[in-house]
């Protein structure tokens, strides 16, 4: 996971081919003591050889782009060997590659009509070596992969050799709840309830919180609402 230096700011690699997003990005950073803006590209390739040639922390990733697109750039940035993450920001209804780019490796998904702030903060939260999926786009997401026919999920993404209460838990996590809602839901504490995502993190071999959701989808613990 990325670990930033204490004190230095998140070094932040921007991939969109639209000259404007990266624009209006930029800006926003500009106006941050902790995030900086070190590298801009149109495309996937631009993307993953400027991570590697700044030490990016984060890419914020397009999935829609000219020659290597969003899903091919965030797999190859997560298993090179920079420790960089990748935050997916796009238009989710015109997108139908979602759910590839969390498979191979995105650490959180974004749309792009989220506010400013909100993208900033998200940037911050996957930097930290956490993940994010906004809860209103996890459930479109589940309901666009319940309506599209799909092979049955590899047995190794099953939630096998957990206990009732952690079951309960990705069950949670899988419905975009945050640790404070588990918490609440569950009438636990709010460190309990992070222990209990730790322990699934390492029971379930998953890299993150947005592999934890996708296993609880293919487990069958969530649907779509």
Do not use: W
Not at 108 to 114: A, R, S, T
Not at 176 to 194: R, V
């Amino acid at each position: 996971m990325s670990q930033t230096t204490a004190g230095q700011p998140v070094r932040v690699v921007l991939a969109d081919d639209q000259p404007l997003v990266r624009t209006a990005l930029r800006m926003v950073i500009t106006d941050t003591t902790d995030l900086v803006v070190v590298g801009e590209a149109a495309n996937g390739a631009e993307a993953v050889r400027l991570v590697e040639e700044t030490g990016a922390d984060v890419a914020v990733m397009d999935l829609r782009m000219p020659g290597t697109d969003g899903i091919e750039a965030t797999r190859t940035i997560t298993e090179g060997p920079t420790d960089a993450r990748v935050v997916v920001l796009t238009t989710f209804d015109d997108d139908d590659h979602v759910y590839a780019a969390l498979h191979a490796g995105a650490s959180g998904f974004l749309v792009k009509d989220m506010a400013l702030d909100d993208i900033l903060a998200a940037v911050r939260v996957v930097a930290s070596g956490d993940a994010l999926i906004a809860p209103s786009v996890t459930r479109r997401l589940i309901k666009d992969f319940t309506e599209r026919p799909r092979t049955p999920p590899a047995p190794r993404r099953r939630a096998e050799g957990i206990t009732d209460r952690e079951r309960e838990v990705l069950t949670l996590v899988g419905r975009g709840f945050s640790n404070g809602e588990i918490a609440e839901a569950l009438h636990i504490s709010i460190a309990t309830a992070k222990t209990y995502v730790t322990r699934l993190l390492a029971k379930l071999d998953a890299r993150d919180r947005v592999q934890l959701v996708i296993i609880a989808y293919e487990a069958g613990l969530v649907s779509a609402v």
